[in-house]
């Protein structure tokens, strides 16, 4: 058997997290800016979950019934109260630091979980607090994923993978580009390689993924990116000021339309939603893109611009955050590729 590995960019080749930033005088930042540039992993500790159940309790337990949509679960918040975040536990963060960023990935599950802006301060007070676009914090939660999800998922369960790293370290430091590459722990059906792949002087974060077929059947892979955020408001900006805060998409023809968390609610309410996972938008594409925009700065995963795409923005029926999902078309590797 051929146990050639090769990269998966049949499909879904390079998917790429852009931070796009406007930025002006920042003397009209908020307090809550700088709190949450000062804070991360602040929530209880927890496995990190896709879609969050709202009516069980929290459990650091893996939900892989086929009616959940990924992960485990927790329990809703009351009014009011701290949100029970799913935060990495320190010892598994892998901290990376650019030019220009420094990231935070939870090498247990692939997920960037914090990101601070080198060249841009929260106020001109506090100058050596750089701004945070993703962060977990009790106040502001908003995270990036991307899963691979399998055929096997009873067998193989990609999507709530616990990975490992070399070290949890990264600097780039005067190299062009920096690779942090994270192993699949369960290696009985495939071997599997998440990377992310960082560049000198550029806000964009590739990431790619690496899989052999150790089976003796296919396994049939759709790559799964989102945006995962709470409902917090924009931190960057005062009351006073308001600009757009929710999720943008771009269709074929590169049309951006954007769509607020009120948007979106109304829209589940409107179309009498009430299957669980249901969001209240949902587009198929090419190419295009998924984001989310605040007050200067703008947050997406961009897709291989030549593969069909399918766009989902909101709270899904059920579940307690926002969502923005770019899943792409499946790919079958065949077994011994």
Not at 27 to 47: G, K, R
Not at 102 to 130: F, Q, R, W
């Amino acid at each position: 058997m051929d146990y050639r590995r090769i990269a998966l960019f049949a499909a879904f080749a390079v998917t790429s997290l852009y931070l796009v930033i406007q930025w002006k005088s920042s003397e009209d930042i908020d307090e809550q800016a700088l709190i949450n540039a000062q804070q991360t992993n602040q929530a209880p500790a927890n496995v990190n979950s896709n879609f969050e159940d709202s009516n069980v309790s929290s459990t650091n337990s893996v939900d892989t019934s086929e009616d959940d949509l990924g992960g485990s679960t927790t329990r809703a918040p009351e009014p009011a109260t701290i949100i029970d975040n799913v935060v990495a536990n320190e010892e598994s963060i892998i901290n990376v630091h650019t030019d220009l960023l420094n990231v935070k990935i939870d090498s247990a599950t692939g997920d960037i979980i914090y990101t601070a802006l080198n060249d841009y301060s929260v106020s001109l007070e506090h100058s050596d607090t750089p701004v945070t676009i993703l962060n977990n914090t009790n106040n502001y939660y908003f995270i990036a994923q991307s899963y691979l999800r399998s055929n096997k998922a009873s067998e193989f369960k990609i999507d709530s993978a616990l990975f490992e790293a070399e070290k949890l370290e990264y600097s780039l430091y005067d190299n062009e580009t920096l690779e942090v590459r994270l192993t699949y722990k369960d290696q009985s059906l495939a071997n599997l390689a998440k990377i992310y792949t960082f560049y000198k002087n550029k806000y964009v974060i590739d990431v790619s993924y690496e899989v052999t077929n150790l089976s003796d059947e296919a396994l049939l892979l759709t790559l799964d990116n989102r945006l995962k955020r709470d409902s917090s408001p924009d931190p960057a900006q005062k009351k006073t000021s308001p600009s757009f805060v929710g999720f943008a998409v771009a269709n074929d023809d590169g049309i951006w339309n954007k769509h607020s968390f009120a948007d979106l609610e109304d829209d589940k309410e409107d179309q009498l939603l009430n299957t669980k996972g249901e969001f209240p938008f949902n587009q198929d594409v090419k190419g295009g893109y998924i984001a989310f925009s605040q007050k200067y700065f703008v947050v997406a995963w961009v897709p291989n611009q030549d593969e069909a795409q399918r766009q989902s923005l909101g709270v899904p029926v059920g579940y307690k955050y926002n969502f923005a999902i770019n899943k792409g078309d499946e790919v079958s590797v065949a077994s011994g590729e």
